[in-house]
């Protein structure tokens, strides 16, 4: 049979809420360059002398400085995610990377005379009714005030970022343009790591097992350039940390999510002790695939049948489950897709994943996937929108600067969103395979993101020791501890290979951000117990999420989640999560159960 299109073909961007044309780009970076030179010949020096309406008028006119390149370096990189090989589309991001770190240096000095003030000079400011829109960033950014350095040495390792970033990139071109041959069936062809890794969800076993064979094969030239870059950028940030006086590797990250690194320690312990959660689906899955024991290349293996779902039908579901949540969040989603802020179809040029941009107030966010007709697709769809309609919320209430969160209250609405999306999915759902699937998807999407990420936050953690001891990460010792953490989780539930020592080589989050990957655990227990709150008391619930929503980053964490009966500071604030969890695992068991006898 000819493939036929994908459903999502033509559902495409339309970039002409950001920009008519990369001319009046380049136009608005020359312009911006000039406010931000205006405003910092106006401005420096005055910080401390502003008073509170001073103060606040200034902090307005920065806000709206930041909100403006936002919307005009989006378009850029927006250009550069859906056609990548365009000459103008590269040479306008070229110009606006340059541009942008232009402007940040023009107007670092603001954030550095707020930090230099006395102790007493700036609770008197933030005590002002004036600057309340402000206060809990100010303040969350004098935090940082013990590790900040002045102005020059600020923007000189400003100014070498693009000799870090070499590494990330050299790093991302290595697994870029890795192509192993291959053969699917069809004769041997050249895969991409991505094509390698969708075969981890075939029903075919033979299939799956010489995919990762494949992989592992393919990376192992690569394993010591790779190990260098993660070696080199580790070896970095630790070096900054020295230079800045952090105690501790993973407190920039913990201070960037607002979260004390207790809170963050005491919720990795408690995910490790459900570890023997995950071992036990694994030996059920094993069981039912009629296996003694589940290998790697079976973990996201296939239970019952997935069946298509066409772009229009995950429109309705998803505007479903959100108009029945909250018809202002369905409205949301509506004005996204009406206004083409949505690009769903995979081509050639686009980039891959998926990511929600909330760009401005004054222009709705924009969200990017690539939609292949699965129903793992859908779920997708539902939490960029989760994020979509937080930022969407939150740019209405909030100030520019107030609006973000930290990674990982950021990915609490995504994961609930994605949720309650899946609850819906299954009322409706009556084919058992496709319920069995479904199921099944939704407990191991929760063990990937709960007890995955741990065991890649506790490797992050072991190689920024290793390293800080003076040690090299070379691919051998990176090797060992990999093994190490992941076998405290797998156990002997699931055979891991030869090559997986090796499986630390490919994870982007280790490079680009140093423990992103705790943020996921974080967010998704969270959203478990939301999901029981919502399902106990859906009235109350309703209202104190939509507050939630449009705080945005206006308070910290702890006190964003209070009012949703989520109590971080209480060490079992964890055990609702996980009583959603093992729900989740039970329903999987008894979806196999159902499928098993039919
Ligand atoms: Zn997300």
Same mark, same amino acid.
């Given at each position: 049979m000819?493939a036929?299109?994908?459903?999502?073909?033509?559902?495409?961007?339309d970039?002409?809420?950001?920009?008519?044309?990369?001319?009046?780009?380049?136009?608005?970076?020359?312009?911006?360059?000039?406010?931000a030179r205006?405003?910092?010949?106006k *401005?420096?020096?005055?910080?401390g002398?502003?008073?509170?309406a001073?103060?606040?008028?200034?902090?307005?006119?920065l806000?709206?400085?930041?909100?403006d390149?936002?919307?005009?370096?989006?378009?850029?990189?927006?250009?550069?995610h859906?056609e990548?090989?365009?000459?103008?589309?590269?040479?306008?991001a070229?110009?606006? $990377?340059?541009?942008a770190?232009?402007?940040e240096?023009?107007l670092?000095?603001?954030?550095?005379?707020?930090?230099?003030?006395?102790?007493a000079?700036?609770?008197?400011?933030?005590?002002?009714?004036?600057?309340?829109?402000?206060?809990?960033?100010?303040?969350?950014?004098?935090?940082e005030?013990p590790?900040v350095?002045?102005?020059p040495?600020?923007?000189?390792?400003?100014a070498r970022?693009?000799?870090?970033?070499?590494?990330?990139?050299?790093?991302?071109?290595?697994?870029?343009t890795?192509?192993v041959?291959f053969d699917?069936?069809?004769?041997?062809e050249?895969h991409?790591?991505?094509?390698?890794?969708?075969?981890?969800?075939?029903p075919?076993?033979?299939?799956?097992?010489?995919?990762?064979?494949?992989?592992y094969a393919?990376l192992?030239?690569?394993?010591?350039?790779?190990?260098?870059?993660?070696?080199?950028?580790?070896?970095?940030?630790?070096?900054?940390?020295?230079?800045?006086?952090v105690p501790?590797?993973?407190?920039?990250t913990?201070m960037?999510?607002?979260?004390?690194?207790? =809170? =963050?320690?005491?919720?990795m312990r408690?995910?490790?002790?459900? +570890?023997?959660?995950?071992?036990?689906?694994?030996?059920?899955?094993?069981a039912?695939?009629g296996?003694?024991?589940?290998?790697?290349?079976?973990?996201?293996?296939?239970?019952?049948?997935?069946?298509?779902?066409e772009?229009p039908?995950?429109?309705?579901?998803?505007?479903?489950?959100?108009?029945?949540?909250?018809?202002?969040?369905a409205?949301?989603?509506r004005?996204?897709?009406?206004?083409?802020?949505?690009?769903?179809?995979p081509?050639?040029g686009? #980039?891959?994943g #998926?990511?929600c941009?909330a760009?401005s107030?004054?222009?709705l966010?924009?969200?990017?996937?690539?939609?292949?007709d699965?129903l793992?697709?859908?779920?997708?769809l539902a939490?960029?929108?989760g994020?979509?309609?937080h930022?969407t919320?939150?740019l209405?209430?909030?100030?520019?600067?107030s609006f973000?969160?930290?990674?990982?209250?950021?990915?609490?609405?995504?994961t609930?969103?994605?949720?309650?999306?899946?609850?819906?999915?299954?009322?409706r759902e009556? !084919?058992?395979?496709?319920?069995?699937?479904l199921?099944?998807?939704r407990a191991?999407?929760?063990?990937?993101?709960?007890?995955?990420?741990?065991?890649?936050?506790?490797?992050?953690?072991?190689?920024?020791?290793?390293r800080?001891?003076?040690?090299?990460?070379?691919?051998d010792?990176?090797?060992?501890?990999?093994?190490?953490?992941?076998?405290? +989780?797998?156990?002997?539930?699931?055979?891991?290979?030869?090559?997986?020592?090796?499986?630390?080589?490919?994870?982007? *989050?280790?490079?680009?951000?140093?423990?992103?990957?705790?943020?996921y655990?974080?967010? *998704?227990? =969270?959203?478990?117990?939301?999901?029981? $709150?919502w399902?106990?008391?859906?009235a109350?619930?309703?209202?104190?999420y939509?507050?939630?929503?449009?705080?945005?980053g206006s308070?910290?964490?702890?006190d964003?989640? #209070?009012p949703?009966?989520?109590?971080?500071?209480?060490?079992?604030?964890?055990?609702? #999560?996980?009583a959603?969890f093992?729900?989740? =695992?039970?329903?999987?068991?008894a979806g196999?159960? !159902?499928?098993?006898?039919?």
């Amino acid at each position: 049979m000819a493939a036929t299109a994908l459903s999502a073909s033509g559902v495409r961007w339309d970039l002409s809420d950001l920009e008519p044309d990369a001319e009046t780009a380049r136009r608005d970076w020359d312009e911006l360059l000039a406010r931000a030179r205006a405003f910092a010949e106006k *401005h420096r020096g005055t910080i401390g002398s502003a008073g509170p309406a001073g103060l606040r008028a200034l902090l307005d006119e920065l806000d709206e400085l930041s909100e403006d390149a936002s919307r005009v370096h989006f378009y850029a990189r927006a250009r550069e995610h859906t056609e990548a090989t365009d000459a103008e589309t590269n040479d306008l991001a070229t110009l606006a $990377r340059d541009r942008a770190a232009d402007l940040e240096n023009l107007l670092l000095f603001a954030e550095l005379e707020w930090l230099a003030l006395e102790d007493a000079e700036a609770e008197a400011l933030l005590a002002s009714p004036e600057l309340a829109p402000y206060e809990h960033k100010l303040r969350v950014a004098r935090e940082e005030k013990p590790y900040v350095l002045g102005e020059p040495e600020e923007q000189a390792l400003n100014a070498r970022r693009p000799a870090v970033s070499a590494w990330e990139s050299l790093h991302g071109r290595q697994l870029a343009t890795l192509t192993v041959e291959f053969d699917a069936g069809q004769g041997p062809e050249p895969h991409t790591i991505d094509r390698l890794l969708a075969y981890l969800y075939s029903p075919e076993r033979p299939l799956r097992l010489a995919a990762v064979d494949a992989l592992y094969a393919g990376l192992a030239p690569r394993a010591d350039v790779l190990a260098s870059c993660y070696d080199a950028l580790v070896g970095d940030r630790l070096a900054v940390d020295r230079l800045r006086g952090v105690p501790e590797p993973m407190l920039p990250t913990n201070m960037r999510n607002e979260l004390d690194g207790e =809170v =963050v320690e005491t919720m990795m312990r408690a995910v490790e002790e459900h +570890y023997p959660l995950g071992r036990r689906w694994f030996e059920r899955k094993a069981a039912l695939l009629g296996l003694d024991r589940l290998a790697l290349a079976d973990q996201y293996a296939p239970v019952g049948q997935e069946r298509e779902t066409e772009w229009p039908e995950a429109v309705a579901i998803v505007e479903g489950a959100l108009r029945d949540f909250e018809p202002r969040l369905a409205e949301i989603f509506r004005a996204c897709l009406d206004r083409g802020h949505v690009d769903a179809e995979p081509r050639p040029g686009k #980039a891959g994943g #998926a990511y929600c941009n909330a760009v401005s107030a004054k222009v709705l966010p924009f969200v990017l996937l690539n939609y292949t007709d699965k129903l793992r697709d859908v779920v997708t769809l539902a939490h960029e929108f989760g994020h979509a309609t937080h930022g969407t919320l939150a740019l209405g209430r909030q100030t520019y600067r107030s609006f973000r969160t930290g990674l990982a209250v950021a990915e609490i609405p995504s994961t609930f969103t994605q949720l309650l999306t899946v609850e819906r999915l299954l009322e409706r759902e009556e !084919e058992p395979s496709t319920r069995a699937s479904l199921l099944a998807d939704r407990a191991e999407t929760a063990m990937a993101s709960i007890f995955r990420q741990t065991v890649l936050a506790r490797f992050e953690q072991k190689a920024y020791a290793l390293r800080g001891e003076g040690k090299a990460l070379t691919s051998d010792r990176l090797a060992e501890v990999w093994l190490a953490e992941n076998e405290a +989780y797998y156990g002997d539930s699931l055979e891991l290979p030869e090559g997986y020592r090796l499986g630390w080589s490919y994870i982007p *989050h280790f490079v680009h951000v140093r423990f992103y990957t705790y943020a996921y655990v974080f967010a *998704h227990l =969270v959203a478990f117990s939301l999901l029981a $709150r919502w399902r106990a008391d859906p009235a109350a619930f309703t209202p104190a999420y939509l507050e939630f929503l449009a705080a945005g980053g206006s308070r910290s964490p702890r006190d964003l989640l #209070a009012p949703l009966g989520v109590d971080l500071r209480d060490p079992r604030a964890w055990a609702d #999560a996980f009583a959603e969890f093992d729900r989740c =695992v039970r329903e999987a068991e008894a979806g196999a159960d !159902e499928l098993a006898a039919a």
